[in-house]
Structures are given as C-alpha cells and as structure tokens.
C-alpha cells in the first residue's frame, strides 16, 4: 500500500495511523518533498473511481477551472503539487482518495475496518 502523504494535514496523518495500527505494510510518499510526475497522476486517476478534478485541493489560491480537462489538471498537478487532494491510498489495484476517512473501506484490505453491521 502506498500513502501519498502531507505530514501537515491532519485527514492525511489520521488515514497514515490507520495504517499503523493496524499494522498494515505501506510505503509514505510525501509528495510535497517528492513531486509526482505525470504518468503517476494519470495512472491514479485512472485507477480511481474519482473524476480528476476530485485530486485538486480547490480553494482561494487554486487556479484551475473545475471544467478543465484530465490532461489539463494531470499537468497542473505536477506542477503545483500542494494542490493534489491528500491522503491517496494506492494498493496496486484500487486508488481512494481517503476524504472523508471512511472512503478507506473501498480498499479491499481496509474494508473490514470500515464494515457496518
């Protein structure tokens, strides 16, 4: 499993410590420190069940139309990476865009964590 993690951001910290505790095998990718190129970002959207323009943070300083193409926001994302919607999860198959936390129960191996009686 794969976390593209921000340490700052508290959604991100608490998808991270679901993880932990449960002991589940992941590898952090701070995608702040370690931007992601386009190949990566087209690949999770399009293992996603997300429209590409979910993985944008939008907000004041965004400066993206939310009517823009997936070429369009794949290239703004790996050029402004603080504005890549966080956390993603990635277990090789299935891409979650953990928002709110409970999305984790998409993830085949999350999914009892997250299961309703």
């Known amino acids: ?22 002991n589940i095998e992941h590898t952090v990718v701070d995608y702040q420190k ?3 190129d386009m190949d990566v970002i087209a690949d999770l959207i399009n293992r996603s069940n997300h429209k590409a ?3 944008v943070r939008m907000g004041k300083e965004t400066t993206i139309d939310q009517d823009a193409s997936n ?3 794949i290239d703004y994302l790996s050029n402004h990476p603080k504005f890549l919607q966080r956390p993603i ?9 953990a928002r709110p936390l409970e ?8 999914s009892h964590l997250f299961a309703t009686e």
Do not use: E, Q, T
Request: glycine share 6%; aromatic share 6%.
């Open 34 to 36: 370690n931007p992601l």
């Open 89 to 97: 999860l990635d277990d090789g198959v299935h891409v979650i865009i």
């Open 71 to 73: 070429d369009m926001i």
């Open 103 to 110: 999305l984790l129960g998409g993830m085949p191996k999350l």
């Open 53 to 55: 323009i979910d993985f």
């Open 1 to 22: 499993m794969i976390i593209y993690h921000f340490n700052r951001c508290s959604k991100s910290r608490n998808a991270l410590n679901v993880l932990l505790d449960n």
